[in-house]
C-alpha cells in the first residue's frame, strides 16, 4: 500500500529565508505526486503535481519541487519565503486504476513564518 | 474558490444521532471524493464515486454512506454518530483523464460531536 511521510510536523522560518519541506512516499509504480496547502480556515489547494517528464516542477506561489526516484522523495522548495505563506503544506500520492482515483495524505508540516 | 461548494460549513449534533453533509461538485466534473480530516488520523480518503457509481473505497466506517444523484451532487451520511467523529469533512471534485487530475477540494464541512 501506499503512505507518505512528512518528516517535519513543524518548521519556522524568517521571511526572506529559503525553505525546504521535506516529503518521502512508499509506491509501488509510477508515482503520482502532489503538493497543497491549507490556510486556516479553508480547503486545500494544489500548489503543483508531478506525474512524468522533467523532475523539476514549478508550482503557484513560486514553489517547486523535485521528484527523486532514487531516493522516493518530491520535496517542496522556496527561494523566498513571504509572510503569506504559513500555512499547512501536504505531501501527497495518487493511485490510480481505470476511473477510481484517490489521494493518499503525509500528515502535514505547519509553516510558521517569522518577520 | 475551487468551485466545490459543500454545506453546511458547521454542524454540531449529539452522540447517537444522523447528519447529512452535502457536496456540489465544480461545473463538468463527473467525480467525487469525501475525505475525512481529523487529529489523530489526518486527512484520510473515505470514498469516490463517479457519474453516480462508487468506484474506490477507503477507510470508511460502516456507519457512514454516501451516494452521488444524477445532478452529480454528493451526499455523505453518518450515522450513530461518536464522539470520535468530530473532524473537518471534505469533498473534493476532478474530472477524469488517463492521468491523475487535479482535485478541487471545498472548504469543508466541520462536524461537532457532542
Known amino acids: 500500500a501506499q503512505s507518505v511521510t512528512q518528516p517535519d510536523i513543524h518548521i519556522t522560518v524568517s521571511e526572506g529565508a529559503s525553505l525546504e519541506l521535506r516529503c518521502n512516499y512508499s509506491?509501488?509504480?509510477?508515482?503520482?505526486l502532489f503538493w497543497y496547502v491549507q490556510s486556516p480556515g479553508q480547503g486545500l489547494q494544489l500548489l503543483l503535481k508531478?506525474?512524468?517528464?522533467?523532475?523539476l516542477v514549478q508550482g503557484i506561489k513560486g514553489f517547486e519541487a523535485e521528484f527523486k526516484r532514487s531516493q522516493s522523495s518530491f520535496n517542496l522548495r522556496k527561494p523566498s519565503v513571504h509572510w503569506s505563506d504559513a500555512a499547512e503544506y501536504f505531501c501527497?500520492?495518487?493511485?490510480?486504476?481505470?476511473?477510481?482515483?484517490?489521494?493518499?495524505f503525509g500528515s502535514g508540516t505547519q509553516l510558521t513564518v517569522l518577520p | 474558490d475551487s468551485g466545490v461548494t459543500q454545506t453546511p460549513k458547521h454542524l454540531i449534533t449529539a452522540t447517537g444521532q444522523r447528519v447529512t453533509l452535502r457536496c456540489s461538485p465544480r461545473?463538468?466534473?463527473?467525480?467525487v471524493y469525501w475525505y475525512q480530516q481529523s487529529l489523530d488520523q489526518g486527512l484520510q480518503f473515505l470514498i469516490q464515486?463517479?457519474?453516480?457509481?462508487?468506484?474506490a473505497k477507503g477507510n470508511i466506517l460502516e456507519r457512514f454512506s454516501a451516494q452521488q444523484f444524477p445532478d452529480l451532487h454528493s451526499e455523505l451520511n453518518l450515522s450513530s454518530l461518536e464522539l470520535g467523529d468530530s473532524a473537518l469533512y471534505f469533498c473534493?471534485?476532478?474530472?477524469?483523464?488517463?492521468?491523475?487530475?487535479?482535485?478541487?477540494f471545498g472548504q469543508g464541512t466541520r462536524l461537532t460531536v457532542v
Open positions: 464515486y463517479y457519474n453516480g457509481e462508487e468506484r
Open positions: 509506491y509501488g509504480a509510477t508515482p503520482y
Open positions: 508531478y506525474f512524468s517528464g522533467d523532475t
Open positions: 501527497a500520492v495518487g493511485q490510480l486504476s481505470g476511473s477510481a482515483r484517490q489521494l493518499t
Open positions: 473534493a471534485s476532478s474530472s477524469i483523464g488517463p492521468d491523475h487530475t487535479e482535485a478541487f
Open positions: 461545473s463538468g466534473d463527473l467525480s
